[in-house]
């Protein structure tokens, strides 16, 4: 099947900072990508859904200020967590569409474990 | 969009087959129905993905009946690995994807 990869894998940032993770189809072109956040022992919440060379759309109670993305390839989008906080510690994850005959599928990445001291 | 509703939990002994039911009575005529697998940690994997009567891979069946408001996922004899959240998706082929709260399986030896 399609994979997809994310890194980095896991960060560690002091409050304040950004942070910037990358979610790559590394054998299918994506036009369109989603990203995910998980809290602990919690089901996976849509954050936005990002489409190749256009603006990301996001979901309500999202901040597009705080979480900044970035599809400018057809194999690349980018999550930047800006300012981050402790609040802000999840597992983010990432996952892109692919047309395959009749279905189309997401294939997720294996997410980045993302905790703000 | 359609909500989906999964037992929280089940458990199952190892080699026996465990189905395990999602309800979507809401269900539109253009929705897929899609089973994901997930452990701790790691990102969602597909299982299996159908539109209606039944579809077979190597690892699951998902059985759909004709009014299409409910899906069973089966699983052949389950192994300790098969411990993990399956989640039930329902959406236009393309579009998001809105978890519910998945079923917790957990498979004793």
Redesign the interface.
């Given at each position: 099947?399609a994979v997809?990869s994310?890194h980095p894998s896991w960060v560690i940032c002091k409050s304040g900072t950004s942070v910037k993770i990358e979610c790559r189809s590394l054998d299918f072109q994506a036009t369109?990508m989603?990203w995910?956040r998980q809290f602990p022992k919690q089901?996976?919440?849509?954050m936005a859904?990002s489409n190749e060379g256009s603006k990301a759309t996001y979901e309500q109670g999202v901040e597009k200020d705080k979480f900044l993305i970035n599809h400018a390839s057809l194999t690349l989008s980018t999550l930047t967590v800006t300012s981050a906080h402790p609040e802000d510690s999840s597992?983010y994850?990432c996952?892109a569409?692919a047309?395959s005959g009749t279905?189309?599928?997401?294939?997720?990445?294996?997410?980045t474990?993302l905790t703000v001291l | 969009l359609a909500k989906t509703t999964q037992p929280i939990s089940m458990d199952s002994y190892e080699g026996q087959e465990v189905n395990i039911t999602c309800s979507h009575n809401n269900i539109a005529t253009n929705d897929y129905i899609t089973w994901y697998q997930q452990f701790p940690s790691q990102g969602p994997r597909f299982i299996i993905q159908g539109y209606k009567t039944k579809v077979t891979n190597e690892v699951a069946s998902l059985f759909i009946p004709a009014d299409r408001k409910s899906s069973t996922l089966s699983l052949p004899r389950v192994s300790l690995s098969d411990t993990a959240v399956y989640y039930c998706l329902v959406g236009r082929s393309g579009n998001q994807f809105y978890f519910g709260t998945g079923t917790s399986l957990t498979v004793i030896p």
């Amino acid at each position: 099947g399609a994979v997809v990869s994310q890194h980095p894998s896991w960060v560690i940032c002091k409050s304040g900072t950004s942070v910037k993770i990358e979610c790559r189809s590394l054998d299918f072109q994506a036009t369109t990508m989603f990203w995910y956040r998980q809290f602990p022992k919690q089901s996976l919440m849509l954050m936005a859904t990002s489409n190749e060379g256009s603006k990301a759309t996001y979901e309500q109670g999202v901040e597009k200020d705080k979480f900044l993305i970035n599809h400018a390839s057809l194999t690349l989008s980018t999550l930047t967590v800006t300012s981050a906080h402790p609040e802000d510690s999840s597992f983010y994850i990432c996952s892109a569409r692919a047309a395959s005959g009749t279905y189309n599928e997401q294939f997720f990445g294996p997410g980045t474990r993302l905790t703000v001291l | 969009l359609a909500k989906t509703t999964q037992p929280i939990s089940m458990d199952s002994y190892e080699g026996q087959e465990v189905n395990i039911t999602c309800s979507h009575n809401n269900i539109a005529t253009n929705d897929y129905i899609t089973w994901y697998q997930q452990f701790p940690s790691q990102g969602p994997r597909f299982i299996i993905q159908g539109y209606k009567t039944k579809v077979t891979n190597e690892v699951a069946s998902l059985f759909i009946p004709a009014d299409r408001k409910s899906s069973t996922l089966s699983l052949p004899r389950v192994s300790l690995s098969d411990t993990a959240v399956y989640y039930c998706l329902v959406g236009r082929s393309g579009n998001q994807f809105y978890f519910g709260t998945g079923t917790s399986l957990t498979v004793i030896p």
